[in-house]
């Protein structure tokens, strides 16, 4: 099957070149175990996913990234993978990922999947084998070292070194102490990689999203880490992220393998800069389409990292955006756009107000900056429904490993209060992201016939996609403009992004700028009408409102604009 599938791009006719056609794509994440339950165990799955692609269809997006579908013990909820051949039986079969594969790309969808090889689950059979002893054939497939080297915690909490006593030897695990990390040195464990790619590729897949990509080059000498963020420990990136070789490595994976085949690739990157991303994506260097970068993630943080109560400053997150829209356009790179994803608190919580009055309207606004801007976008499942944070009272009610970690530590050893703990928890746990999708009004939000794995948000019973579909104003029919427009304008794929009035801690004010033609985008981050006056620079004589969250926005644009609270405003001139 590898020959037909490398002879379908030789061929050329059947699919068109993604790799060239990446501009006015937009991609729509799904979280396979929250998505839609269909077999009735609480659990979503890929049937689930397969009943609902009219609606994405309708959506309008081009691409779907699946969120990982492979065996798994569900450490970490599918990042700990025992076998990358497999589905994880409670999501369904092979046969099942084929007809789904099948049914999306009838409906002009394309699949990309999550690729997660900086680390396997310690139940996969390489690492069962690796931790019997130091001269088996998989002894050197992971990271062993006869002491704990260095200072290095796991990000999801204690030692990233964790003793093994067959092997009386320690492995090194930059997540859980499920998750080893792979030892890329060694040339077998990227042909094993190389193998799992062509595997699925020659399935017909469109591509890849690659976890925690810029980890995988792990710098020989181990050096000790900073201790940041009041943590108990040193980071692990000092060590891994954009490691001595890692670009030789994707290069290599790219020759191998990527190359071979139509797909679109994009890296998680943390701790990646937009001059470190320039060498992932430069076109040139033959590495990835993209990456995912964390630097407007990073702008709510603390002395105590992630976990919070700080609300992002609107100055500091348009200068982080502008160097990256900057350097993509300058290096030939590529952006990705997005503002949460299942590791995320939900949008419209963090970015904008989720209060009964501004959820709907911040929710298009932050649709809006985003989607007018140059790169990829991705839309995070519930995002194109404002779904807002969880609302979890106890700790119970969390069920992802980096939440209940950070309740033990805050508590425990950093000693606040469980009620502060739970407030910061509920700003920013990835289980946010990871409620049910509310599809309708019946019990369980028409996700399963059955108790879900994490609790519904009670607000489904308003805030759900049958409501969404029977109202021409909601946040839905918006996104699905938003995602036209990228397919009607190429001045949204093309256009030079200019940012306007940079010291303004209110508005969100750029330009697209092409040769003929260009765009003014206008955004209010705040819940007050603010009289704007757009810089005077900016001249339209002819032009005409594309899209707008208020129903009685100038048609025609003016330097002077009244801008109500959360309003945005897309205006083209020519
Ligand atoms: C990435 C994933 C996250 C996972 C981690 C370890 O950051 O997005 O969900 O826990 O990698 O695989």
Same mark, same amino acid.
């Given at each position: 099957?590898?020959?037909?599938?490398?002879?379908?791009?030789?061929?050329?006719?059947?699919?068109?070149?993604?790799?060239?056609?990446?501009?006015?794509?937009?991609?729509?994440?799904?979280?396979?175990?929250?998505?839609?339950?269909?077999?009735?165990?609480?659990?979503?799955?890929?049937?689930?996913?397969?009943?609902?692609?009219?609606?994405?269809?309708?959506?309008?997006?081009?691409?779907?990234?699946?969120?990982?579908?492979?065996?798994?013990?569900?450490?970490?909820?599918?990042?700990?993978?025992?076998?990358?051949?497999?589905?994880?039986?409670?999501?369904?079969?092979?046969?099942?990922?084929?007809?789904?594969?099948?049914?999306?790309?009838?409906?002009?969808?394309?699949? #990309? +999947?999550?690729?997660?090889?900086?680390?396997?689950? *310690?139940?996969?059979?390489?690492?069962?084998? @690796?931790?019997? &002893? $130091? %001269?088996?054939?998989?002894?050197?497939?992971?990271?062993?070292?006869?002491?704990?080297?260095?200072?290095?915690?796991?990000?999801?909490?204690?030692?990233?070194?964790?003793?093994?006593?067959?092997?009386?030897?320690?492995?090194?695990?930059?997540?859980?102490?499920?998750?080893?990390?792979?030892?890329?040195?060694?040339?077998?464990?990227?042909?094993?990689?190389?193998? #799992? +790619?062509?595997?699925?590729?020659?399935?017909?897949? *469109?591509?890849?999203?690659?976890?925690?990509? @810029?980890?995988? &080059? $792990? %710098?020989?000498?181990?050096?000790?880490?900073?201790?940041?963020?009041?943590?108990?420990?040193?980071?692990?990136?000092?060590?891994?992220?954009?490691?001595?070789?890692?670009?030789?490595?994707?290069?290599?994976?790219?020759?191998?393998?990527?190359?071979?085949?139509?797909?679109?690739?994009?890296?998680?990157?943390?701790?990646?800069?937009?001059?470190?991303?320039?060498?992932?994506?430069?076109?040139?260097?033959?590495?990835?389409?993209?990456?995912?970068?964390?630097?407007?993630?990073?702008?709510?943080?603390?002395?105590?990292?992630?976990?919070?109560?700080?609300?992002?400053?609107?100055?500091?997150?348009?200068?982080?955006?502008?160097?990256?829209?900057?350097?993509?356009?300058?290096?030939?790179?590529?952006?990705?756009?997005?503002?949460?994803?299942?590791?995320?608190?939900?949008?419209?919580?963090?970015?904008?107000?989720?209060?009964?009055?501004?959820?709907?309207?911040?929710?298009?606004?932050?649709?809006?900056?985003?989607?007018?801007?140059?790169?990829?976008?991705?839309?995070?499942?519930?995002?194109?429904?404002?779904?807002?944070?969880?609302?979890?009272?106890?700790?119970?009610?969390?069920?992802?490993?980096?939440?209940?970690?950070?309740?033990?530590?805050?508590?425990?050893?950093?000693?606040?209060?469980?009620?502060?703990?739970?407030?910061?928890?509920?700003?920013?746990?990835?289980?946010?992201?990871?409620?049910?999708?509310?599809?309708?009004?019946?019990?369980?939000?028409?996700?399963?016939?059955?108790?879900?794995?994490?609790?519904?948000?009670?607000?489904?019973?308003?805030?759900?996609?049958?409501?969404?579909?029977?109202?021409?104003?909601?946040?839905?029919?918006?996104?699905?403009?938003?995602?036209?427009?990228?397919?009607?304008?190429?001045?949204?794929?093309?256009?030079?992004?200019?940012?306007?009035?940079?010291?303004?801690?209110?508005?969100?004010?750029?330009?697209?700028?092409?040769?003929?033609?260009?765009?003014?985008?206008?955004?209010?981050?705040?819940?007050?009408?603010?009289?704007?006056?757009?810089?005077?620079?900016?001249?339209?004589?002819?032009?005409?409102?594309?899209?707008?969250?208020?129903?009685?926005?100038?048609?025609?644009?003016?330097?002077?604009?009244?801008?109500?609270?959360?309003?945005?405003?897309?205006?083209?001139?020519?």
């Amino acid at each position: 099957t590898e020959r037909k599938t490398a002879d379908r791009k030789d061929s050329g006719k059947e699919e068109q070149k993604m790799e060239l056609n990446l501009g006015d794509k937009v991609v729509y994440q799904i979280y396979p175990k929250s998505f839609r339950d269909s077999d009735g165990d609480g659990i979503g799955d890929l049937n689930g996913i397969r009943k609902k692609i009219p609606y994405l269809a309708k959506l309008g997006v081009d691409v779907l990234w699946l969120n990982p579908i492979y065996a798994s013990p569900q450490v970490d909820n599918g990042y700990d993978i025992s076998n990358y051949r497999e589905i994880e039986p409670t999501f369904g079969t092979m046969e099942d990922f084929g007809n789904l594969l099948a049914e999306a790309h009838e409906a002009g969808l394309k699949i #990309i +999947l999550d690729l997660v090889v900086n680390h396997t689950s *310690d139940q996969h059979p390489w690492f069962q084998e @690796s931790r019997k &002893s $130091k %001269d088996n054939p998989y002894s050197d497939y992971y990271i062993w070292k006869d002491e704990v080297i260095n200072n290095w915690g796991s990000s999801f909490g204690g030692s990233a070194w964790e003793y093994a006593e067959e092997r009386a030897q320690y492995y090194l695990h930059c997540f859980a102490k499920e998750q080893p990390d792979l030892n890329w040195e060694n040339p077998k464990v990227r042909q094993e990689v190389y193998d #799992i +790619l062509r595997f699925w590729l020659d399935k017909g897949i *469109d591509g890849f999203r690659m976890d925690v990509i @810029s980890l995988l &080059s $792990k %710098d020989q000498s181990f050096p000790d880490g900073p201790v940041i963020q009041n943590k108990a420990y040193g980071s692990y990136y000092a060590g891994c992220a954009n490691g001595p070789r890692v670009h030789e490595f994707l290069q290599e994976m790219n020759r191998e393998v990527l190359s071979k085949y139509d797909i679109m690739t994009v890296g998680e990157t943390p701790h990646t800069n937009a001059d470190e991303a320039a060498l992932y994506t430069d076109e040139s260097r033959k590495e990835l389409n993209m990456v995912f970068h964390f630097d407007h993630m990073h702008l709510d943080y603390d002395e105590n990292g992630k976990y919070a109560t700080n609300r992002v400053p609107l100055v500091a997150l348009k200068k982080v955006m502008t160097q990256w829209q900057d350097k993509m356009h300058e290096c030939n790179g590529w952006n990705s756009l997005y503002w949460c994803n299942h590791d995320q608190a939900r949008a419209v919580t963090r970015f904008g107000n989720d209060s009964e009055e501004y959820r709907e309207i911040s929710a298009k606004m932050l649709g809006t900056c985003l989607h007018m801007m140059q790169g990829t976008p991705y839309i995070y499942e519930g995002e194109e429904l404002g779904m807002t944070n969880a609302d979890f009272t106890k700790i119970e009610e969390y069920k992802d490993v980096e939440a209940l970690d950070i309740f033990k530590d805050f508590t425990e050893r950093k000693g606040f209060s469980k009620e502060d703990t739970l407030h910061l928890l509920h700003l920013k746990s990835r289980d946010n992201a990871r409620t049910p999708m509310q599809w309708d009004a019946s019990e369980n939000a028409g996700f399963s016939e059955a108790q879900p794995w994490i609790r519904v948000n009670a607000n489904y019973k308003r805030i759900n996609t049958e409501n969404a579909l029977a109202d021409s104003d909601s946040v839905f029919y918006y996104y699905q403009k938003l995602i036209a427009l990228r397919h009607e304008l190429p001045i949204i794929t093309d256009g030079v992004y200019e940012l306007l009035d940079a010291e303004n801690e209110k508005i969100y004010a750029y330009l697209r700028k092409g040769e003929k033609e260009s765009l003014i985008v206008l955004c209010n981050f705040t819940d007050e009408t603010v009289e704007y006056e757009v810089d005077e620079s900016v001249k339209a004589e002819r032009s005409k409102l594309v899209i707008s969250n208020y129903k009685d926005a100038p048609e025609k644009f003016a330097s002077k604009i009244t801008m109500k609270p959360y309003g945005a405003y897309v205006y083209y001139t020519k």
